[in-house]
């Protein structure tokens, strides 16, 4: 009987455990407005300047974003992947690698939450330039809410 109490009381103590565990899934929760002055690239997509909408795609256990032009004419879907950055930023931030003039998308994080997502899949040309030994310039751009 004695055993039995135990296991239970392991038990209830796992569930509290695991319920007070934030979770490891990306967090972006709410659609980060963009208005992106440069063109960028995401997975193997490369999109125009513009005002972009990105959010999780339902269903995908917060593994899939998708960035949509405002007007609805562009569109691309990428995986992503949980990342933790070093500060909890005030205003949404999308984080690109620059090599030579183009952008490549790396990673997001929302206003509040030092919890993001980063692209799983570089563009084939980012990976090719890469290769080459050429280095990234890494730079942030804070995105109003």
């Known amino acids: 009987m004695r055993r039995i109490a135990v296991c239970a009381v392991f038990a209830f ?6 319920l007070a565990t934030p ?10 407005d963009a208005n992106l002055h440069h063109s960028f690239v995401v997975g193997n997509t ?7 909408v990105f959010r999780t795609l339902q ?3 917060l593994q ?3 960035v949509s032009s ?10 992503v992947r949980t990342s933790y950055d070093t ?6 931030e999308l984080v690109f690698n620059r090599y030579g003039s183009k952008e490549f998308l790396t990673h997001i994080y929302q206003a509040g939450s030092k919890v993001g997502v980063a692209v799983v899949d570089p563009s084939r040309e980012e990976a090719r330039l890469k290769k080459q030994g050429q280095s990234a310039a890494a730079h942030t751009e804070e995105q109003e809410k």
């Open 59 to 61: 269903h995908s256990d």
């Open 13 to 18: 103590a796992s569930i509290l455990l695991v």
């Open 23 to 32: 979770a490891a899934q990306a967090q972006i929760s709410d659609q980060i």
């Open 70 to 79: 405002a007007d609805g004419g562009t569109a691309a879907e990428f995986l």
């Open 64 to 66: 899939i974003m998708t």
């Open 87 to 92: 500060h909890t930023p005030k205003h949404s």
């Open 46 to 52: 490369t999109l125009p300047p513009g005002r972009y």
